[in-house]
């Protein structure tokens, strides 16, 4: 078995496979809480942690009890402030792995952006969401599936304020329109500009909660908007848009 002394320890390859494992599951952890509010929520319970062990120090009983009594149950504290999170990253682990998808259509994203860019100067709102690697079955299902093949035209026809399926999200999934009038998660809890409408809150929930890609026309501004990873970039023109979108999907 190949190992190595290093002074009186002895170190075989298996301990090298466990610390390298390991770190690269809390780098992987780092960069899915990265930017989000689970970051404060570490802290505070960082904080937590060295009041305990500050007012054991300071013999602090009481308090020493109370917090002791809480950090005993600290997995299911865990468990229930993170449960959004870890849904999402055992999502991400198993849909990365089991469900890739190909990329979009270049001339599927070209039709895509020039429809964005049209409803923009006319102020036609819209909510259009791309699949990716996480399936949106529950989201599709809620709407009008429709199974028809992309095009500018059904775009643009589908958010015209005189039809029955302006009012919700399209869902692109695997270059197609996959289903209209489609209601999405409104991000909650977070502390988000004023100025954002219940699109914006739309987009950035699903993307919150998937690793969906979702575009948004202001209906009030005319300006067009794009989410991921609960994050949303504002106020994009046609050349942004498509350095924007290109970089999101292939993240």
Known sequence: MLSYTIGNLQVTWKDILDVLLVGYIF???????????????????????????????????????????????????????????IRKALAVMGATTIFKKDTVQTAVLDDLILALVQMAKSKTGALIVIERNIPLGDVVSGGIELHAAFSKDLLLTIFHQDTPLHDGAVIIRDNRIEAAACILPLAVGLKHEAALGTRHRAAIGVTEETDAVALIVSEERGSISLAVGGRITSSLNEVRLKKVLAAALRK
């Open 27 to 85: 780098f992987r952890i780092i960069l899915l809480i990265k930017g989000t509010r689970a970051v404060s929520v570490i802290y505070g319970l960082l904080l937590i942690v060295i009041a305990y062990f500050a007012a054991g120090e300071f013999g602090l009983y009481t308090l020493n009890w109370l917090l002791g009594n809480f950090l005993g149950s600290i997995f299911l504290v865990v468990i229930i402030l993170f449960r959004r999170d």
